[in-house]
C-alpha cells in the first residue's frame, strides 16, 4: 500500500512563490512516474508537471513552463512543485500523483496513485 500526501498550498497573491511537497510511504520503489495535477469545479484534473524516477527527466505543461520546477528525491521518496509568478488561473487544488507501470502521461486516468489535494488559491 503506497499512500501519498501533499503539503505546501496556501493563499498568496499573483506573482508570489509557493513550493507544494508530496511524501510518498509504503512500497514506493515501484513509482516510476511523480506529476502534479490540478483541478477546479466543474473541470477535469490537469496536467502540471511530472519527473521521472530513473533518468530524472521533467515535463512540464505549457501554462506552466518556465515558471515552476518539479524536483525527485527518490532517497527520501519526495517530489516538490515550486511554483513562480503565481497567476490567478493557477488556482486550483493540486494533486500529488504516481504511475506505478509507465513513462510519463498527461492525462490523470492513467495514474494510479493519487494524494488527498491541497488547495492553492492565487488572488488578483
Known amino acids: 500500500q503506497v499512500q501519498l500526501v501533499e503539503s505546501g498550498g496556501g493563499l498568496v497573491q499573483a506573482g508570489d512563490s509557493l513550493r507544494l511537497s508530496c511524501a510518498a510511504s509504503g512500497r514506493t520503489v515501484g513509482i516510476y512516474t511523480m506529476a502534479w495535477f490540478r483541478q477546479v469545479p466543474g473541470k477535469e484534473r490537469e496536467f502540471v508537471a511530472a519527473a521521472i524516477r530513473s533518468s530524472g527527466r521533467t515535463y512540464y505543461a505549457d501554462s506552466v513552463k518556465g515558471r515552476s520546477t518539479i524536483s525527485r528525491d527518490n532517497a527520501k521518496n519526495t517530489v516538490s512543485l515550486q511554483m513562480n509568478s503565481l497567476k490567478p488561473e493557477d488556482t486550483g487544488v493540486y494533486y500529488c500523483?504516481?504511475?506505478?507501470?509507465?513513462?510519463?502521461?498527461?492525462?490523470?486516468?492513467?495514474?494510479?496513485?493519487w494524494g488527498q489535494g491541497t488547495q492553492v488559491t492565487v488572488s488578483s
Open positions: 500523483a504516481g504511475r506505478t507501470y509507465g513513462s510519463v502521461s498527461y492525462e490523470h486516468r492513467e495514474y494510479d496513485l
